[in-house]
């Protein structure tokens, strides 16, 4: 048994963490609050380093990696906030047209909501189920949202997707909190000598750590019970490490100004995508009496 | 990422459950907790069967007389063993995780020869005399005072928490040597025969009704120098060795337990109709997913051991932090699933969800390990 990261899979994580400082860091993500929109330009890099492509077969043109090597890249995906459809973009790699490349952005409904429904060109998934679709003002900038009337059935892969942006989302959160904690200084010393603000940075590590052998077991195994387990620990740890890294972060927290919002908002918006937590609960439970 | 155990390491799995299939029928019935002479010899008897069928001191180094297991064959060997429903540790437990390991690394030639193979036999019992009553989380405050008069240390103090000392053989004991030096460095560690004149034990009721530890009272013990295991003064050093020979191995049986215990409370919810409760439902499935997920960080952190050449990664503080947290979940969850019947001793898990409170105390409490995530994993500053 050998469950720890390959040297490729480390690797790969690296250059796509690289790509996405690179191309979708801080100031980069300033701009695309103020004005909002899908950057096609970057959605083609992602194509071209084989983000969407990567589970598809070599033979049919992708890079013939597994669900680990996936769950890897969403979660450096979640880390940077980067936006788009990019759990429905890569499902449709090799099915959609453009998909696989990043020429097409598409986008599925999932659970009750459809992401970036008027940027993109296609939407993946039963005929019609984005009829009808009403507008609602998204709480998360850097995310479009429409409602629908019937919810998609949940896909355990997606979920999955899902599972390992929350991971990248808790771990992010557990750093920035961290930074501000050893540079604030109040009442004569940084804040995170306070044994009040370092238990709140040691909970976030365990829930994050904890989520992340759960979402990696996932992968290996494919199994929709550990999917189930895995969502509904990575959920609980990007919700709660957004909303600790805020109070962490004080009044500059609640600035517009600051990032802290867009990792909580974000983490509530994937948490209402299909497989949220009352399904996994139950599904988790099913499983006990099976 | 792989999760599947290689060829070997299944081989290794296939003959242990054999030999277990084997022998645990042939057991004596398990003794009355109450009864520590019993339960002493149960527990040696098992460490001896161990012992004739080759799987003693599986994770010790071979020089020591162990079998040099991997830490993948020590995650399986405490899994089937718990599995098949085998006798825990018992009163093997000091001598087998942390006095013998210590004088495995740190031990002369001499002492080694004296101390281990009786404890690899199920010969001789080992109790920790560490924590005093003014040195808890705060360990290096110890004060036990030992002073030199000849070949021997003159010992005197006391010593609280100790499980198993009416029973044991030996103590493995932390005393201040130099009270002049700095806390860490003043302290010296000592093989304490148990039946050296002036020491006494008193055994300590828990809340849950059972004397599951005891006091050590020393008054003039005389310790011969011979029993001193590294330098004088360098015992803080001597005993930390041995957290290197942790390899998250250290709650594997007791996670298969907890998983075990959580689908006999949901079949025994189903017969009494807690089961319709869908708020019951859903925090039984959540305990399904924390202990999903602490057995793989499991796996995560032994594979980690065994790439890593044993020393311990990140892992230890948060999967105790998260276990401790969430094996009293189990027993909380528990008593929602038997509504009044929580209330009767006699009913399983009462008892159980009593000692559970221990979990996030003993070996360190939940804030003593957020404190080391905080200051060791993520760097925040010590406070002031």
Redesign the interface.
């Known amino acids: ?6 040297a490729d ?1 480390r690797a790969l994580r690296d250059v796509l963490r690289g790509l996405l400082t690179r191309r979708f860091g801080g100031a980069a993500l300033r701009a695309a609050v103020d004005a909002p929109g899908l950057d096609r330009a970057l959605w083609r890099e992602l194509g071209d380093v084989g983000f969407f492509a990567l589970r598809l077969p070599e033979a049919d043109g992708g890079v013939g990696l597994g669900l ?1 090597e996936a769950v890897l890249a969403f979660e450096e995906a979640g880390r940077a906030l980067l936006p788009g459809p990019l759990v429905a973009t890569h499902l449709a790699a090799g099915v959609v047209p453009g998909a696989a490349g990043g020429e097409a952005v598409v986008t599925a409904v999932d659970g009750r909501l459809v992401e970036w429904l008027a940027e993109a060109d296609v939407v993946h998934g039963e005929a019609g189920a984005a009829a009808g679709a009403v507008p609602l003002r998204s709480v998360d900038p850097l995310t479009p949202l429409h409602r629908v009337a019937a919810p998609a059935p949940a896909d355990p892969v997606a979920s999955l997707l899902t599972a390992a942006e929350q991971l990248g989302t808790a771990t992010r959160a ?1 750093e920035l909190a ?1 930074q501000h ?2 540079t604030r200084e109040q009442f004569g ?2 804040i ?4 009040a ?3 709140l ?3 976030m ?2 829930r994050a ?3 992340r ?2 979402v ?2 996932a ?3 494919a199994d929709p ?2 999917i ?3 969502r ?2 990575a959920d609980e740890a990007a919700e709660r490490g957004a909303r600790d890294c805020l109070q962490v972060h004080g009044g500059m927290g609640f600035t517009w100004e600051s990032e802290v919002h867009l990792h909580l908002k974000r983490a509530w918006v994937r948490a209402q995508r299909g497989g949220g937590s ?1 399904e ?10 099976a | 990422m792989d999760l599947a155990y290689t060829p070997e390491e299944e081989e290794f799995r296939a003959r242990l459950r054999e030999w277990l299939a084997k022998v645990l029928p042939t057991l004596p019935p398990k003794p009355s907790p109450d009864d520590w002479p019993a339960r002493r010899s149960y527990d040696l008897g098992w460490q001896r069967m161990l012992h004739d069928a080759g799987y003693a001191g599986l994770h010790w180094p071979v020089d020591a007389g162990g079998q040099g297991a991997t830490p993948t064959q020590h995650l399986i060997y405490l899994e089937e063993t718990e599995n098949a429903g085998a006798p825990y540790v018992g009163a093997g437990f000091v001598g087998l995780l942390h006095a013998g390991p210590t004088i495995a690394a740190e031990g002369s030639a001499e002492q080694r020869a004296r101390w281990l193979p009786p404890i690899l036999r199920g010969e001789e019992v080992w109790c920790q005399g560490f924590s005093e009553p003014d040195a808890g989380s705060d360990l290096a405050a110890l004060r036990t005072r030992a002073r030199r008069d000849g070949d021997a240390y003159v010992v005197s103090g006391s010593k609280i928490w100790t499980s198993h000392a009416e029973v044991a053989d030996w103590c493995e004991l932390l005393v201040r040597t130099d009270p002049s030096a700095q806390k860490h460095r003043g302290i010296t560690w000592l093989a304490l025969p148990m039946d050296a004149p002036g020491v006494t034990v008193r055994p300590l009721r828990t809340l849950a009704g059972s004397a599951e530890f005891a006091e050590v009272f020393l008054d003039d013990v005389r310790v011969p120098v011979a029993n001193r295991v590294g330098d004088e003064n360098d015992g803080w050093r001597v005993t930390m060795v041995t957290l290197s020979f942790e390899r998250g191995t250290a709650f594997v049986g007791e996670v298969v337990a907890c998983r075990r215990v959580l689908g006999e409370l949901a079949r025994t919810a189903r017969r009494n109709g807690r089961w319709d409760d869908p708020a019951l439902r859903r925090r039984l499935g959540r305990l399904n997913a924390e202990f999903r997920a602490l057995w793989r960080l499991t796996q995560w952190n032994v594979s980690e051991a065994e790439t890593g050449g044993g020393v311990p990664g990140v892992g230890g503080s948060v999967f105790k932090l998260s276990y401790s947290h969430a094996r009293q979940e189990l027993y909380d969850a528990a008593a929602d699933v038997l509504g009044p019947e929580s209330l009767d001793l006699d009913r399983p898990w009462v008892l159980d969800r009593l000692s559970s409170l221990s979990y996030t105390i003993a070996a360190g409490t939940s804030q003593i390990q957020r404190n080391i995530v905080a200051e060791r994993i993520l760097g925040l500053p010590k406070g002031r």
């Open positions: 048994m050998r469950f720890q990261l390959t899979q680990p557990c961290v904690a050893r010393q940084p995170g000598a306070f044994q603000v370092k238990h940075c040691a909970q590590l365990v750590e904890v989520a052998a759960a990696y077991a992968a290996v195994t019970v550990d189930a387990a895995a509904l620990l009352t996994s609960e139950e599904l988790l439970a099913a499983d006990l009496v």
